[in-house]
């Protein structure tokens, strides 16, 4: 019999791409939704008495698209949607028949159905956050739980955002369509907010028994590489290409052997994929190229920038963007010979620079853990332990983690250090490292994770 759990795999891998045949299909997204759930019903018998079939997505669009076709003679529907389908038409400029999953004629714009309703879902109609929320949730198949968590956010706060979202689609009529190119640049920012959340989900998942979840990084970096192809002037676009490509090509590093977490640290780093590593190189130097183009076009449209203003230089901080300050981060451990060679001065720069263009209190947390590794666990600890830094964090586990590693190393450096003998003041730090470690593992819901914490605090004794 097979596994539930191989079934959710299987459609985790599908899912954006069902889903979005689906929804250009019928252009409705709860139905589209709601006709996937029953196809993976279906699939549970059919796939345990045959076996999986060859071509996984083809058969859950084709099982899909009859259930949707049920759904709607079943409530009985007969709107211009659903005379469309008794003649033959669609609401699209082309028709999908239950083969086109393999042989249909994309767009040359956008050359994936994914990217075209990830565009669609960003339309600026709807309300920045909702957007994100409705296409992580739609076309990446996340959970409302998991979306909650990527935004540090309630589950009821969520689910209203993605209600609201899809009857604003519905009441606006937003289209289902391929977005002109005039009217891609409004949506970009969201766009790659969504892209990073999906391969965020995907290289630490936030719930489940798994470490990662491979499919949603590779999901991430396919569109990635479409939208670079498909802006190559846009710096920050090729810049987040480079990012996935640098923090995927840890993949194989980042667990032992019996499948436990393994630190940046304890890595082996002959695990990491090379080709990665250079491909994230490639696409890096496009970007600062790209981003002294555009420097360069903003001096010559701008009043304010006369002859003699300071060129932007590939080594200029201060010019990045946010995506290409993160990439350069991971480059910074990707070209690293080992760990002691990280160069985290020029880490805590680039985080600085991250924070000024997106104050945000996640950014802050990995600033001040850049802060411990360049000047000490009592810096970095100084920065954690802010009263509203602490407050905005509070149920965060990964904030938790981070403290009770930093007052780990204090432990250990303290030991090491001849000058200090305190040991009331590593008594202290021992306790408070363990309550950290153990606030961590309650708000902490993937289970491999929890695992690395219990050891945690097994070897804090």
């Known amino acids: 019999m097979i596994a539930r759990e191989t079934l959710q795999t299987f459609f985790r891998e599908s899912y954006g791409q069902v889903c979005a045949l689906l929804i250009r299909r019928f252009g409705d997204m709860d139905l589209a939704q709601e006709a996937i ?21 083809g058969w859950i669009f084709a099982v899909a698209r009859h259930k949707a076709i049920d759904i ?46 990830i565009f669609t879902c960003c339309h600026p109609v709807i309300n920045p956050e909702s957007r994100v929320a409705l296409t992580l949730h739609t076309l990446a198949g996340l959970t409302t739980t998991e979306i909650a968590a990527a935004f540090l956010k309630s589950e009821a706060t969520i689910a209203q955002r993605l ?23 409004e949506r970009l920012s969201s766009v790659l907010t969504v ?19 491979r499919e949603l990084c590779d999901e991430a970096i396919g569109l990635a590489r479409m939208l670079a192809s498909l802006m190559p002037d846009r710096s920050e676009v090729s810049a987040q290409l480079a990012l996935f490509y640098f923090q995927s ?18 890595q082996d780093r002959e695990l990491w994929d090379r080709d990665r590593i250079d491909r994230g190189r490639i ?15 903003a001096r010559r449209d701008s009043p304010e920038h006369g002859p003699n203003a300071r060129a932007g230089t590939p080594d200029d901080i201060a010019s990045s963007g946010p995506y290409q300050l993160q990439a350069r981060i991971a480059a910074s451990h990707a070209t690293a010979a080992t760990y002691s060679e990280t160069n985290w001065s020029r880490i805590v720069l680039y985080y600085e620079a991250l924070y000024r263009i997106s104050p945000t209190p996640v950014i802050r947390l990995n600033l001040a853990v850049a802060v411990a590794m360049d000047r000490g666990p009592a810096a970095g600890l100084a920065m ?4 509203d830094l602490a407050a905005e964090l509070a149920e965060y586990h990964w904030y938790h983690l981070a403290r009770a590693e930093l007052l780990a190393r204090q432990i250990i450096k303290n030991g090491n250090d001849s000058q200090s003998n305190n040991d009331s003041d590593d008594d202290h730090a021992r306790a408070s490292a363990a309550t950290a470690y153990r606030r961590a593992l309650d708000l902490c819901n993937n289970e491999s994770e929890c695992g690395f914490i219990r050891r945690r605090l097994e070897e804090l004794g």
Do not use: C
């Open 37 to 57: 759930q029953e196809a993976f019903l279906v699939a549970i018998d059919k796939w345990n008495d045959d076996g999986v079939p060859e071509n996984v997505p």
């Open 72 to 117: 709607l003679r079943r409530e009985q529907l007969r709107d211009k949607k659903y005379r469309s389908l008794q003649s033959g038409q669609t609401l699209f400029s082309e028709a999908v028949q239950e083969d086109d999953f393999a042989t249909a004629s994309l767009s040359e714009e956008i050359p994936d159905e994914r990217l075209r309703l």
């Open 163 to 185: 209600v609201r979202a899809k009857r604003k689609i519905r009441d606006a009529g937003v289209p289902f369509r391929v977005p002109a190119l005039t009217e891609i640049p």
């Open 195 to 213: 892209l990073y959340l999906i391969f965020n989900e995907g290289y630490s998942a936030h719930g489940g028994a798994e470490l990662m979840r």
């Open 249 to 266: 090509s840890r993949i194989a590093a980042r667990l032992d052997e019996a499948g436990r977490p393994v630190t940046l640290e304890h």
């Open 283 to 297: 696409a890096l130097r496009h970007s600062l190229r790209a981003a002294q183009a555009e420097a360069a076009a």
């Open 384 to 387: 954690l332990d802010a009263k």
